[in-house]
Structure formats: C-alpha cells, structure tokens
C-alpha cells in the first residue's frame, strides 16, 4: 500500500473520509464545466462540512461556473499544461499542500472519447461520486432574465413570438465540428419558408459571416445568453459550449453532431434530438434534407 504522502507527491489521487477542505481544477470549455457542475453538486453533498475551491480559467469560462452555489472559492485564471505528466505532478502536488482532497477533471489525453463514456460520468468517476441527475447544469442570477427581455425587446421579439435560438459555431475544432455555412443557409431559408419562428443567431463577436433571415447576437454575456435560450421554443446548434447549455433546460433541442462520438460529447436532455453520422465524418456528410427532417420530427 502505497502511504498517503507518497500519493500525494507522485500526483495520485487518494481518499479522505473527511475532508475540510476540496479543490476541483477544470481547464475546459464552456461545455466540460457545465458537464462537471452535477459532480460538485454530489460533492457538496458528501462532503457538506468540506469547503470547495474550484480552479478554472478567465472570461467566459469562470462566467460559466461563477454563480454555483456550491463553490466557496474561486481561483481564476486557474492553468497548467494538462497534457505533460510532470505538470500535472506538480499541480497536484501544490495543491494537496493546501487541500485534503484535489480532482483534476481534465482529461490529459487527445484519446479520452475511446472508453464511449460521456464527460459527465468522466468527471463523476475522477470525483468518486454518483449523480441523482446526469444531467449538466448551468445557474441563472436574476440579471440574466433581466438583460435577456431587454434585449430581446430591443430586437423586436415580444413574449408571444416563437423564438428559435441558433448557434452554428464552435469555438475549437472548427474543421472537425462545424456544419458548412452554406448548409446552415439553406435549412434557415426552409425553416423560414414553413413556419413562423424569430430566429436568433448567437455568434462571437468576430464571425464575419452573416446568417440571412435571422437576427445576428455577436459577443452577447453568456449569462443572459443562456437565460435567452430557456425562454426560446427552440434551440438549434453543434457540439458546442451553448448546445450543452441549451441541455440544462427544457427547451426542444436540434443538435448537429459532428466528430466525436454522441455518446461521449452529446447534449444530455430528454428533449434533445441528435443528427449525427460515424465518428470525425466530414461535416458535408450532413445534408440539409437530413437535418431538416429531423426539425419537422422534433417541431
């Protein structure tokens, strides 16, 4: 058995029946943190004594997780080379000098899809817990709802429209991942042609490309972004950061799903619908038809 000082300078996580103190490090996208939020919840809850520290990076990535109540602290930016062993030691290594119990959530490894888990349960593995509800999770403050109806009245969206949310980008793995702009032209003009829906299209603020026939949001605040998306009738997206998002909610969900397997990276809501082809297919393979189809079954 290998001692517990041992463990914690080698970098190996170990158990502590009672820990004071936690610390979860994350350096992911928007998608993989709401994905960890459901583990720090099963933490919180068998550990209620126990503080949590939660390390993620700046900007939008700690916007998406700042408002979880079940996080005492924060450290932000939070950073280490997740793909050499050694950097990994070594941030375990500083971290148990502070904390009784240390999860490094990410994955350390471009083959982490190969098991077919999904990153929900990864992250409750590596934390040693079981979710009530697999399910991501993202928290909505009073300010979200408030600039959302703010903005959708200044975009000449009133309560009684049908709103479709649409998110067509990707902020990695553009090559891999994306839908061909073209494609996303034509199923907006059919979409347009047989129903009545206001379509919102959430982009960064520095995509060039214009989605005709819809209402361009580039670089809209994540929060209000997201409370926009629970008051939508319909969400449409890719393997994206807003499309596990739009999973937190109970909001109808077309997801494009391009590269990595739907088991291990698809939105987990039972009102999600998945168009998706074999693993890394190219995203042409996708056709306009298909995924039409697919909005007129879920509609």
Not at 39 to 47: E, G, N, Q, R
């Amino acid at each position: 058995m290998i001692p517990v000082a041992l463990k914690r300078w080698l970098g190996i996580p170990h158990l502590c029946d009672n820990p004071r103190s936690i610390f979860i490090g994350l350096i992911g996208g928007v998608g993989d943190l709401v994905s960890a939020a459901p583990s720090i919840v099963a933490l919180k809850k068998k550990y209620p004594s126990a503080k949590i520290s939660f390390g993620v990076g700046g900007g939008i990535f700690f916007n998406t997780i700042k408002n979880d109540p079940n996080i005492d602290h924060f450290e932000t930016p939070f950073f280490y080379d997740t793909w050499k062993k050694r950097a990994r030691r070594k941030t375990y290594r500083k971290k148990y000098k502070e904390h009784d119990l240390v999860f490094l959530l990410d994955n350390g490894t471009l083959d982490w899809w190969k098991p077919r888990k999904h990153l929900i349960d990864i992250y409750a593995e590596k934390c040693g817990v079981v979710l009530e509800q697999r399910r991501p999770l993202f928290y909505l403050i009073k300010s979200d709802f408030h600039e959302a109806e703010n903005k959708l009245l200044e975009l000449g969206i009133s309560e009684n429209d049908k709103l479709l949310v649409l998110s067509p980008e990707t902020r990695s793995k553009k090559k891999m991942k994306e839908w061909p702009y073209e494609s996303f032209l034509s199923l907006i003009q059919k979409i347009r042609h047989n129903h009545d829906f206001k379509i919102v299209t959430m982009v960064s603020k520095d995509n060039l490309n214009d989605y005709n026939g819809t209402i361009p949001l580039k670089g809209y605040p994540l929060g209000p972004s997201a409370a926009m998306i629970r008051r939508s009738n319909f969400y449409l997206g890719l393997d994206n950061g807003l499309t596990h998002i739009a999973s937190c909610f109970d909001v109808k969900i077309l997801s494009i799903h391009i590269g990595y397997p739907v088991e291990c990276a698809g939105p987990l809501s039972p009102f999600a619908k998945v168009v998706a082809h074999k693993p890394f297919e190219p995203p042409e393979s996708i056709s306009v038809d298909e995924v039409y189809k697919a909005f007129q079954e879920l509609i």
